[in-house]
């Protein structure tokens, strides 16, 4: 009847949204930080943590450990954007009175941790939450940067967001040219 007619317009308008929301993070997800333009990685991060927490309720922590080293700037503009994705979930949705971001160099790659003190939420049912947390897509960058990423989050226990993202390995000859 008139009720499957219906149905079938709202399906229709759902799959057109869809795409066009698609289409939008397609050109978002390629937007270059201007902070990394002019200057480094941890100053980026420090500064997106710090931004995003302002006018908050919430204390913001930063620490780096390891010695820096550049990533490819695909690589640093996606750890950025994570980093940006995560404390800002934690800021809107777990209600914790601080939120750490740990940013680690070891020999071939960057680890930058998001942590949470607040009520968290069960992984195992990511469907409900998943989307809502931005989860898919800050997966999705670290895979496109050649990386991973994992989400601990317990309820009750906050939520801790890792990514981890390799460091590209050069050609030592043509090294001298790139400084």
Do not use: C
Not at 13 to 38: C, F, G, H, N
Not at 115 to 124: E, L
Not at 149 to 160: K, V
């Amino acid at each position: 009847g008139s009720q499957s007619a219906a149905r079938e317009r709202v399906i229709k308008i759902r799959e057109q949204v869809e795409e066009y929301i698609r289409e939008a993070r397609r050109s978002i997800w390629s937007l270059r930080s201007p902070a990394l333009e002019t200057g480094n990685l941890v100053d980026a991060l420090r500064d997106n943590g710090t931004r995003a927490t302002a006018g908050q309720n919430v204390t913001f922590v930063f620490e780096q450990s390891g010695t820096p080293r550049r990533l490819s700037s695909n690589a640093e503009h996606q750890l950025l954007r994570i980093g940006q994705e995560a404390v800002l979930n934690a800021v809107r949705h777990s209600g914790s009175p601080s939120v750490s971001m740990h940013l680690h160099y070891d020999e071939d790659a960057a680890m930058l941790t998001i942590k949470d003190a607040g009520h968290g939420f069960d992984t195992s049912h990511p469907t409900s939450t998943g989307d809502h947390y931005g989860l898919v897509t800050m997966r999705e960058r670290a895979q496109q940067a050649g990386g991973d990423l994992s989400i601990t989050s317990n309820p009750g226990h906050g939520t801790t967001v890792q990514a981890r993202l390799p460091i590209r390995q050069r050609d030592e000859s043509s090294d001298e040219d790139s400084h």
